[in-house]
């Protein structure tokens, strides 16, 4: 393809008087008492053609490669700069070089860019790609290291496929029933989703069950696709009237528009003073009961899961209760008051519980603390309860441990502060290794009990 020359115009047309002009400038848009603003208003196809492209290639070519300096002199340059940079720093920009062509271009802070223009990026990707080799030919093709594609063509896709569906259609696989959970064989080729059952009694009763939990259609059958309350027939929802999701029972169930369901939920919000619904917390407890209901086959429609949600949501709300704990922190400290004493104040045994961050499962914690005031000291029993708030967070024993140190050293600034913790992780009791009688042991250290007497003593005060 030839590529044709560019053909600039030489001039531009005055679209009030129809005189032709290199420039269009605002002395002559001063005898139409008009400005340069008020012109493009009135005509907006002239943006950007107020000079002909003859005298635009001209003012680019003088100044194309070309600095500042040389352009405008040193006096004027160093004002255009100073400008430049004061609007740069208003607008958080910077200038980058572009890693293809070198070009200087202006950017946001944040931006990763790297190059000026769209046929760069292009440019910077192809050089980017590299060596692979086909799964099925093993010759060598160019790709994108973030690209997935492991076949040179289509037709090697194609005969890789052909050739995995013959060697599948003696390969045979063990499976376990979704319902009974007895382990069967299969061919390979034949597993989909309706082929996990050893029997057709199993596929039968799974199917029922699946069918028992379908509250939408059962609320549809019995009450029609209609809004309960203005007989809308769009956007319908299926509404627990207890808040309750796992409570399936016919005359719980209310079909209702979405703007009526929201507007449901306002009512009962002025009533009762409160949400009434399921927290995020509830939601995801459903969704786990309906997962080892997929799994395993749990029958969640027993009476003993009605209310499993709202009892979990609560349990974690005073589990949890010591996640973003600072202000809390803070007052348990300031009720401090001074004192004279200068001995070791300890609190030895203080049990509390905790929850595995890796496993959510309980950790059981003794904790043996100890400091030296420094003319200030706080009860024993605030000191187990920063004990205690420090604990209700899902976090690693080490972090708790030097996070009770931490703490005490910001609040009281006592001379020294020393904390041995003493856990039982119920991922390795209940789980996994299996090991009931092992207690992982951590300790921090701060201040003066570097000293080993100062340690010692301490040692000596709780048994060790």
Same mark, same amino acid.
């Given at each position: 393809?030839?590529?044709k020359?560019?053909?600039y115009?030489?001039?531009?047309?005055?679209?009030?008087?129809?005189?032709?002009?290199?420039?269009?400038?605002?002395?002559?848009?001063?005898k139409h008492?008009?400005?340069?603003?008020e012109?493009?208003?009135?005509?907006?196809?002239?943006?950007?053609?107020?000079t002909?492209g003859?005298?635009?290639?001209?003012?680019?070519?003088?100044?194309?490669?070309?600095?500042?300096?040389?352009?405008?002199?040193?006096?004027?340059?160093?004002?255009?700069?100073?400008?430049?940079?004061?609007?740069?720093?208003?607008?958080?920009?910077?200038?980058?070089s572009?890693?293809?062509?070198?070009?200087?271009y202006?950017v946001?802070?944040?931006?990763?860019?790297?190059?000026?223009?769209?046929?760069?990026?292009?440019?910077?990707?192809?050089?980017?790609?590299?060596?692979?080799?086909?799964?099925?030919?093993?010759?060598?093709f160019?790709?994108?290291?973030?690209?997935?594609?492991?076949f040179?063509?289509?037709?090697?896709?194609?005969?890789?496929?052909?050739?995995?569906?013959?060697? *599948?259609?003696?390969?045979?696989?063990? #499976?376990? &029933?979704?319902? +009974?959970?007895?382990s069967?064989? @299969?061919? /390979?080729? !034949?597993?989909?989703?309706?082929n996990?059952?050893?029997?057709?009694?199993?596929?039968?009763?799974?199917?029922?069950?699946?069918?028992?939990?379908?509250?939408?259609?059962?609320?549809?059958?019995?009450?029609?696709?209609?809004c309960?309350?203005?007989?809308?027939?769009e956007?319908?929802?299926?509404?627990?009237?207890?808040?309750?999701?796992l409570? *399936?029972?016919?005359?719980?169930?209310? #079909?209702? &528009?979405?703007? +009526?369901?929201?507007?449901?939920? @306002?009512? /009962?919000? !002025?009533?009762?003073?409160?949400?009434?619904?399921?927290?995020?917390?509830?939601?995801?407890?459903?969704?786990?009961?309906?997962?080892?209901?997929?799994?395993?086959?749990?029958?969640?429609?027993?009476?003993?899961?009605r209310?499993?949600?709202?009892?979990f949501?609560?349990a974690?709300?005073?589990?949890?209760?010591?996640?973003?704990?600072?202000?809390?922190?803070?007052?348990?400290?300031?009720?401090?008051?001074?004192?004279?004493?200068?001995?070791?104040?300890?609190?030895?045994?203080?049990?509390v519980?905790?929850?595995?961050?890796?496993h959510?499962?309980?950790?059981?914690?003794?904790?043996?603390?100890?400091?030296?005031p420094?003319?200030?000291?706080?009860?024993?029993?605030?000191?187990?309860?920063?004990?205690?708030?420090?604990?209700?967070?899902?976090?690693?024993?080490?972090?708790?441990?030097?996070?009770?140190?931490?703490?005490?050293?910001?609040?009281?600034?006592?001379?020294?502060?020393?904390?041995?913790?003493?856990?039982?992780?119920?991922?390795?009791?209940?789980?996994?290794?299996?090991?009931?009688?092992?207690?992982?042991?951590?300790?921090?250290?701060?201040g003066?009990?570097?000293?080993?007497?100062?340690?010692?003593e301490?040692?000596?005060?709780?048994?060790?």
């Amino acid at each position: 393809m030839i590529k044709k020359e560019v053909e600039y115009v030489d001039y531009v047309v005055c679209q009030i008087c129809n005189k032709k002009f290199n420039r269009i400038s605002n002395t002559h848009l001063k005898k139409h008492n008009l400005t340069t603003k008020e012109y493009l208003d009135k005509f907006p196809f002239q943006m950007g053609r107020m000079t002909s492209g003859v005298l635009g290639k001209k003012y680019g070519d003088a100044s194309r490669n070309k600095t500042y300096e040389d352009i405008y002199g040193l006096s004027k340059a160093k004002i255009i700069k100073e400008k430049k940079s004061k609007v740069m720093t208003k607008y958080k920009l910077i200038e980058k070089s572009c890693f293809i062509c070198g070009k200087k271009y202006i950017v946001k802070e944040n931006s990763d860019s790297k190059y000026c223009s769209r046929k760069c990026q292009f440019e910077g990707l192809r050089k980017e790609k590299v060596k692979k080799t086909c799964l099925n030919c093993n010759e060598e093709f160019f790709d994108f290291p973030s690209s997935e594609k492991k076949f040179c063509s289509r037709k090697c896709f194609d005969e890789r496929t052909m050739k995995m569906s013959e060697i *599948n259609k003696n390969v045979i696989m063990s #499976v376990c &029933c979704l319902m +009974c959970g007895k382990s069967f064989d @299969k061919k /390979l080729n !034949k597993i989909n989703n309706r082929n996990f059952f050893c029997s057709k009694e199993c596929k039968t009763r799974y199917g029922k069950i699946k069918r028992k939990f379908d509250y939408r259609k059962k609320a549809y059958a019995q009450y029609g696709k209609i809004c309960d309350r203005c007989n809308s027939v769009e956007k319908l929802i299926v509404h627990h009237k207890d808040g309750n999701r796992l409570n *399936n029972d016919i005359f719980n169930l209310q #079909v209702l &528009c979405r703007k +009526c369901h929201m507007v449901l939920h @306002k009512e /009962l919000f !002025k009533t009762q003073k409160r949400f009434v619904g399921q927290s995020d917390i509830e939601q995801g407890m459903v969704s786990i009961l309906i997962g080892l209901r997929k799994a395993f086959g749990l029958d969640i429609t027993n009476e003993n899961f009605r209310l499993t949600p709202k009892r979990f949501a609560r349990a974690f709300y005073e589990i949890f209760e010591g996640i973003n704990n600072k202000k809390e922190l803070h007052d348990i400290a300031e009720t401090s008051f001074p004192s004279s004493y200068n001995g070791m104040i300890i609190g030895k045994d203080i049990r509390v519980f905790s929850m595995c961050p890796h496993h959510f499962l309980p950790v059981e914690y003794i904790v043996n603390v100890g400091y030296i005031p420094n003319k200030k000291t706080i009860g024993i029993s605030k000191l187990t309860r920063v004990v205690e708030l420090l604990s209700k967070q899902p976090e690693l024993q080490e972090m708790f441990t030097v996070e009770i140190a931490n703490v005490l050293m910001r609040e009281l600034k006592p001379k020294g502060v020393i904390v041995q913790v003493k856990g039982r992780h119920f991922c390795m009791v209940m789980r996994g290794v299996k090991q009931i009688d092992s207690w992982t042991l951590t300790s921090s250290i701060k201040g003066v009990f570097d000293k080993q007497k100062v340690r010692e003593e301490f040692m000596m005060f709780i048994g060790k």
